[in-house]
């Protein structure tokens, strides 16, 4: 079975500019869940998605948003990016909310300049 | 609020036996989660309990008490290749499903 994939890897970008990431959670996994990783933060929860709801929100601007699709792929957005968005981008997959295993993609490396 | 603690870093010697404790302050609780982090790489599932007790998977151990907000992994027979962050994370039925995680601890194994 296919893991969960995340495009693209790697993304520079300059302030004030926007980006969409995607997500492909696992095959059968309807709940898509979205992660910034900082060195200093360390993983911050950013929302949740099941059946093209978002279900619960973390605590960041309105600048982060996402949306999941019918088949279950995601894609978050930041606009008007500012330094301190550069951090890896983690998306989760899970069956369903609540559900004991999450699994993790790869990441989007995102460096704002 | 929400909040989980553990230690920053770590360093132990191959073959050895390593503790990493967590601890967290949480309303919801409704489960906690083990993963492994190897630099530049996601998270791995390693382990999940939601009641009291130890849960043994291979040189993996976790346990938790719900009254003490505590958790810890066992680690034995260490490898070189079980350097990596280990991060604690708890989830919460606050306000729907969240997962809520720990700084991780990053754990150094020397030969």
């Known amino acids: 079975k296919a893991g969960v994939t995340q495009t693209p890897r790697y993304l520079i970008k300059t302030r004030g500019q926007q980006v969409t990431l995607s997500c492909s959670p696992i095959s059968g996994h309807r709940s898509v869940s979205w992660y910034q990783q900082t060195p200093g933060q360390g993983l911050q929860f950013l929302f949740e998605y099941f059946s093209e709801t978002q279900r619960n929100k973390g605590n960041f601007p309105g600048r982060f948003s996402g949306r999941q699709f019918s088949n279950s792929r995601s894609e978050m957005n930041v606009s008007t990016l500012e330094l301190g968005d550069s951090a890896l981008y983690l998306c989760?997959?899970?069956?369903?909310?609540?559900?004991?295993?999450?699994?993790f993609g790869p990441g989007t490396r995102l460096t704002v300049l | 609020g929400q909040n989980i603690d553990q230690p920053t870093e770590m360093t132990a010697t191959e073959g050895a036996i390593v503790q990493i404790n967590c601890t967290y302050q949480t309303s919801g609780f409704n489960g906690l989660f083990w993963y492994q982090q190897h630099a530049g790489e996601a998270p791995t599932f390693l382990s999940y309990n939601v009641l009291d007790g130890l849960e043994e998977k291979g040189r993996f151990s976790s346990f938790l008490s719900r009254s003490k907000g505590y958790s810890y992994l066992l680690l034995k027979e260490l490898q070189m290749k079980d350097s990596a962050s280990y991060l604690c994370?708890?989830?919460?039925?606050?306000?729907?499903?969240?997962?809520?995680f720990g700084a991780g601890t990053r754990l150094f194994v020397k030969a």
């Open positions: 989760a997959s899970s069956r369903g909310p609540g559900e004991d295993t999450q699994y």
């Open positions: 994370a708890v989830r919460v039925t606050t306000g729907g499903f969240k997962t809520i």
